[in-house]
């Protein structure tokens, strides 16, 4: 018996019909944990957002909820999360594949927006490249494509201020893309000054950074699925290419330890291959991958939080 069925006559971009079962339907029931953890995240956010300190007169400090930022960062962020996760799912739904509705991570504590992101569950193997890479790339696309107007809100919202001197406080790398939108929303920076972001413009640095993360083609993230339905012979290489650069980042700066960790987690293994490897993704399919490529390189910053080896360990980087 031959093991692979016979190559589909689909044209290149067309979604063709699935050898899998019939999805399952969605419950309320079966996504009471989804549910449950979307508004701890939610709390989460709006709190780290939103949560001030303030000065009583006799010197004791207080807490107040600053609900005009709390809810602006809520609103960027999820918008933003929601079309990442959504993109994958409704992908998976397209091409039959069992997928979960989204699990959301609440993060209040060591956490710049309150949230590590989300995830789907994929419970089903995908059934071709094809089916592999419009879920991969589906997810990213549709978060950038939200990012892009909570980007330029932030833009607009931020304020202009002389270069601190010394080292004090958050500094963010920019992406070519924030630093592109800014000049043109705002005109060039000018001479020894720097922008302050508000809660729009760092859920949209949050918002691209997420998305450079999730294409590296790295094991099991969507770039790593995007790779493999591109390239399946080549893509462990490329994987393990991806994380010497997230090591070489972690040398320039120790703020990309959790990243490094995350991808040394995520592309241990090679990816497993879909149920029909033979199948080619077809030209359409290279031209989306190739504008990913571009959308990683335009979101992309080796700098994410700027802290330097003598602010962590007070000495130079180790050789």
Request: proline content about 11%.
């Amino acid at each position: 018996m031959d093991p692979h069925p016979p190559l589909s006559s689909e044209p290149a971009f067309a979604w063709g019909p699935t050898r899998l079962p019939p999805l399952p339907p969605v419950t309320w029931r079966g996504a009471r944990l989804n549910l449950v953890l979307f508004a701890l995240t939610a709390a989460s956010v709006l709190s780290v957002f939103g949560l001030r300190e303030g000065l009583l007169p006799g010197g004791d400090t207080y807490l107040f909820m600053n609900w005009t930022e709390g809810l602006q960062g809520l609103a960027g962020t999820f918008a933003i999360l929601l079309a990442h996760e959504f993109g994958h799912w409704f992908a998976a739904r397209h091409h039959g594949v069992d997928a979960s509705l989204p699990y959301f991570l609440p993060l209040p504590v060591f956490s710049l927006v309150g949230t590590l992101g989300a995830f789907i569950r994929i419970r089903s193997p995908f059934p071709s490249r094809r089916a592999l890479f419009d879920i991969g790339i589906a997810g990213p696309l549709a978060g950038f494509i939200v990012c892009l107007p909570v980007l330029a809100l932030g833009c607009y919202e931020g304020r202009f201020v002389p270069n601190p001197e010394g080292p004090g406080g958050l500094q963010f790398g920019e992406p070519l893309l924030f630093q592109w939108m800014l000049a043109a929303l705002r005109g060039p920076t000018p001479e020894g000054m720097t922008v302050i972001i508000g809660p729009f413009g760092l859920a949209a640095w949050f918002g691209l950074f997420l998305t450079a993360l999730n294409l590296m083609p790295v094991g099991q993230l969507d770039g790593g699925h995007v790779t493999h339905a591109l390239f399946p012979r080549h893509a462990q290489w490329i994987s393990r290419a991806g994380i010497v650069l997230c090591l070489f980042l972690l040398y320039r700066r120790p703020t990309w330890l959790v990243w490094a960790l995350l991808l040394l987690a995520f592309g241990r293994r090679s990816h497993p291959p879909t149920l029909d490897d033979r199948e080619p993704p077809g030209r359409a399919r290279a031209v989306v991958g190739a504008l990913a490529l571009v959308t990683f390189v335009l979101c992309f910053t080796p700098d994410t939080i700027i802290i330097t080896w003598e602010q962590v360990l007070g000495g130079d980087p180790p050789l």
